[in-house]
């Protein structure tokens, strides 16, 4: 209604035909709704958890098949505004929910503070304990998974260094949520987010956009980044780094799918900058698919045209689909 303070929710189901067979929407006047890059997860008893913010709260829901809300809930980290943008379903009974925190000077959306935080509940989303990490810093939390020691790892990004220019941000903890390690190993220029998941020999796998160039003057603009995956065991040592493709403007990270044959699928967009064609920048959506020893196996990369050319296109969820194909959702 109101492209500043109304923005709805829509919740979708597709047939195989690829066209909407029924769907759902959640709004509030005066209220924004926002699902969370990938924040969509199915349940084993057909419902769907849904993870995001709700104004300045982060919000969780639980739907039934039909899209019926069994249970919701609204938070906020300390007295925060909160974004809620990942979420994991622990195999015994609860979740963890991952995202950031801000608060906010007399200047609208002008961040004074910013933090990652971690936070715990049951299986109806009742509070058990969170945790909060580099209050002092711009910092983003985009990805969380379990270890196998039964701590928890983080991907996001920080503005941590002296120019404020980006680093991956890895975060472990215990399985209280206590920080063990912190890793920002990223270049001297201005990398991207990492996102983060966890190998199935139990060691932690990091993908992220490792910045390879920077025209002055520096921080601007963008740097020209590739795509880099880390392996590194859960005491932070690094046992493998591995680059792919070419030196792209923001060529960054959305997401890590495991595959049936025990392979890598990470998917992302790149920013190009071909004027000679389109006469603006645009991005390339990417599936990076790798073995499990780092080895690329195929890259993809991908453009949806339509009558208004294109500018945006990236991968931000991917799972697999049936007679052995991927079902990918972005935009």
């Known amino acids: 209604?109101?492209?500043?303070?109304?923005?709805?929710?829509?919740?979708?189901?597709?047939?195989?035909?690829?066209?909407?067979?029924?769907?759902?929407?959640?709004?509030?006047?005066?209220?924004?709704?926002y699902p969370g890059c990938?924040?969509?997860?199915?349940?084993?008893?057909?419902?769907?958890i849904i993870v995001g913010s709700r104004g300045y709260e982060g919000m969780l829901f639980k739907l039934d098949q039909s899209f019926d809300t069994v249970t919701a809930k609204f938070f906020k980290v300390d007295t925060f505004l909160t974004i809620a943008r990942s979420f994991y379903i622990l195999p015994g009974d609860g979740y963890i929910i991952s995202g950031d925190i801000a608060h906010y000077t007399?200047?609208?959306?002008?961040?004074?503070?910013?933090?990652?935080?971690?936070?715990?509940?049951?299986?109806?989303?009742?509070?058990?304990?969170y945790r909060i990490f580099k209050p002092d810093e711009i910092n983003y939390g985009f990805s969380v998974s379990q270890t196998t020691d039964n701590g928890y790892v983080i991907g996001g990004s920080t503005n941590s260094k002296t120019d404020y220019s980006g680093n991956p941000l890895v975060i472990k903890t215990d399985s209280q949520g206590n920080q063990e390690w912190i890793w920002q190993n990223g270049s001297v220029y201005d990398d991207l987010q990492a996102i983060t998941s966890v190998f199935n020999d139990g060691n932690i796998l990091v993908g992220y956009g490792h910045a390879t160039y920077q025209a002055p003057p520096y921080p601007v603009p963008s740097s020209l980044t590739q795509i880099r995956v880390v392996k590194m065991d859960n005491n932070g040592n690094e046992l493998w780094t591995r680059d792919y493709g070419g030196?792209?403007?923001?060529?960054?990270?959305?997401?890590?799918?495991?595959?049936?044959?025990?392979?890598?699928?990470?998917?992302?967009?790149?920013?190009?900058?071909?004027?000679?064609?389109?006469?603006?920048?645009?991005?390339?959506?990417?599936?990076?698919?790798?073995?499990?020893?780092?080895?690329s196996?195929?890259?993809?990369?991908?453009?949806y045209e339509d009558e208004f050319g294109t500018q945006m296109n990236l991968f931000s969820h991917a799972n697999t689909g049936t007679e052995n194909s991927l079902l990918l959702i972005g935009c």
Do not use: C
């Open 297 to 303: 196996l195929w890259m993809r990369h991908y453009i």
């Open 247 to 295: 030196s792209y403007m923001g060529n960054q990270v959305w997401s890590i799918t495991h595959l049936p044959d025990s392979t890598y699928l990470i998917g992302g967009d790149a920013w190009i900058t071909d004027t000679s064609i389109y006469g603006w920048g645009y991005t390339r959506a990417f599936l990076l698919k790798i073995h499990e020893n780092g080895d």
């Open 106 to 129: 007399f200047e609208p959306y002008l961040s004074e503070s910013d933090g990652v935080f971690l936070y715990k509940t049951d299986s109806l989303f009742n509070l058990q304990w």
């Open 1 to 33: 209604n109101n492209s500043y303070t109304d923005k709805a929710m829509l919740i979708g189901k597709l047939g195989n035909d690829g066209e909407i067979t029924y769907q759902k929407t959640f709004q509030e006047s005066f209220t924004q709704y």
């Open 38 to 48: 990938g924040g969509f997860y199915p349940l084993g008893d057909s419902s769907f």
